[in-house]
């Protein structure tokens, strides 16, 4: 019928407020930016090597996921390029690609797809990556071991492992500004406090990232820390040493917030970060690894459809019916 | 189109339009349509109709429907029946129409001046049930009624609809009149009016309690209002009249003193019109004349892929047809340029939560979605209190993967309404 004029008509409401999953995404990989360069500045090409094959992988597994189920093409959408992202933030420099490869595959297929896709994943895709690939091989990703190439010019024992083996004395060689601009090692994108507060902040002011769950995780870090340092001043790390290290900051702004496995009510989001940062801590001081972010916040993932039943009343329920 | 700021913290805030008083003078006068269209409730089968093409009618003749029962019309039009057919409208419902021809001049039907003229219930239900302004008698008038409280809005539930502001800013006069009328014609013992801030002078001098709303969606829906002014939620399920509080619009009251002082029921409507580039003009209408003759008497070009809404952007029904007629609640018909059409997708919640927060009813959104999309309302009702949602569509406007929830919400509604009423024989 050519000529024909025909009316389109959708269902209310005719008018929305722009936002889209891809313009958040890229959102997070800009936020994401300060912290890489400084990791890019400091390891050089192998750690852009990492990053970029991470991202590549993570996106090409998407898109086999894709056709082998027959379901749209989703990588437009930004977020296997997020999860490929992070997760190579959470590297060493020196990854090998194998590991990269098979991490991002587990991260994509058996972290995301299998569960159906974005939004159905009960944990965080990269942390079913990171943490498989370092139950798996944990010597490539011991920071100690894996950049004993590297001077960078500051102290190149990672700080966590120090404190973990030798107690507080071993802080004399770390100071929090020294940490907050990046002088330990770490992961590619992990280490630069400053980068990442500024990557948070920014995704928190844009509304992409909950700051009751980043703000929360920090404050159970930090008390559950507090606690344990004047317990035994020689043997616990102090709160701020335990917020600038590891994978504190990265997992305050980027990994617990990961939208599908983390709540989206007030309380239950406080719960959510505060526990995570309890655990976390507690991993830590006296768990068998020496970062507990991971774990930390995979057990709250699993706890996160439960916390989510806290919730207000709806309309009208607050009241007994008469 | 009010996008989302670019740093996005909290709730969209919503503003309305609030119109300059200035505005009183451009009101546009729709011609009379050589054809007008009368929609029927589609709880009347256009079967049972004992009305029949060619029967001659006078305008604010009162055409009783079926042979049993009281179900009336009211013409807007003198001249002669000429088709009777039916129009699918929201969710798939059938409304019967009835066009009628316009001979050109009116000629006043004498029915409603010889024995309607007396203000009181029966009369109400007798004859206003066409009113502009869509005032439900029904609820308000009936023996029946728990109707202790009325509301005049004077203050359009959705956004860049500004019909009853208008109203209120130019009928003054006439709305203080009409609030004399409605307290006869009706069982309730108080009544209030709602009006923007800027209108709460004007509003004093109709003697009723006047509330003030700020103007911010969805501070404007009766179930916010209600709560905002007796503190009262409505219970699931329910309406705010099944709570004992009517709404009524401000354009109808009006409509009252010009059905009693002239003996003669209205027959034209006020709507705002919102034109491609969102901006609202207000016209006069006969009730029926068809929306392509609005546009085309305004100069406004439809063209395909647009879309026209009847009622405002968030909550508004889109049509079909460019002869959809205005009918007594058409408060405002909108077009919107294909260009500008936000369109929804099928990809899955991410479950970011934006729904929740947005929502004024404190509905688990991101938890009902899941639900309604596998069909499964009974659950959905029961535990994820898809009967709280007051119906304002901002979790659609704020979802970040375009779902349709909002449409997924309403039809979750409708089904399980079908539902219980197909088990309440056998309860
Ligand atoms: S339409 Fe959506 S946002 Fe509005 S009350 Fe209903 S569930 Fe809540
Ligand atoms: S806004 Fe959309 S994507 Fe986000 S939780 Fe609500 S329904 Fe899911």
Redesign the interface.
Known sequence: MPN??????????????????SG?NYSIMLAALPAVGMGIYQYGMPALGVLAFSVSCAMIWELIMNLVMRRPVSIGDGNAAVIGLLFGMLLPATTPWWMVLVGTFIAIVVGKQIY?????NPFNPSLVGIAIVMLSWKNYLNFNAALVNYDLGFYMVYPLAAVKHLGTSALSNYSISGLIFGQQTGGVGTTFGLGLIIGGLYL????HI??EISLSFLVGVFMTAYLFNIADPDKYAGPMFHIFTGYTLFGAFFLLTE??S????FIPMLIYGAAAGFLTVLIRNIGAFVDGAVFAILMMNVANPLL?KI?????????E?A | ????P?????T?RLKYPVIDIDIADTIREIPLPQKVTLLLSPDIRIEDLILKAGDSVKTGQKLKLLDDGNAYLISTVTGTIAEISEYTGYLGRIYPAVSIDAAGEDQWDDEFNETGKTPNPENALAFFNYLPGNPDFTTLSSVQSAINTIIINGLDSD?LVTTNQFVVKTETGRLTEGIEYLKKITRASRIFIIVPPDSAALAEKTGVPVYAVNPVYPNTLP?IIMKNISG?????G?SCEDMGVGFINAEAVVSLTMAFSEGKIPVDKILTVINKDYVPETVRARIGTPVKDVFKALDID????????F?G??????????DMPVSPNTDAV?I?D?AR????SD????????C??AC?????V??LVRLLENGLYEEAAEQY?LL???EC??C???????I?V??YI?LGKYEFGRVKSAEEPNA
């Open positions: 024909q004029k025909l009316l389109v008509s959708s269902h209310a409401p005719y008018w929305h407020n722009g936002s889209s999953i958040k159906g896709g974005m939004g159905c928190i002011l844009r509304g909950r700051w939208d599908s983390s709540p989206v009510n989510d919730r207000p009343k709806a309309f009208g329920r607050g009241i019916h | 189109m009010i996008k989302r670019f740093f996005g913290l909290g969209p956004l179930q009262t939620e409505v219970l699931p329910n439809t063209a395909h892929g647009d879309q026209i809404i009622g952007p968030m909550t508004g029904t889109a049509v079909y047809s460019e909108m919107q294909s059409i936000t369109l929804g990809n899955q919640c991410i479950n970011c939560g934006e929740v927060r004024p009813a404190g509905v688990p991101n938890m209190d709280s949602c007051i569509g901002l659609s406007y704020v979802c970040i993967a375009r349709p909002f449409h309403m």
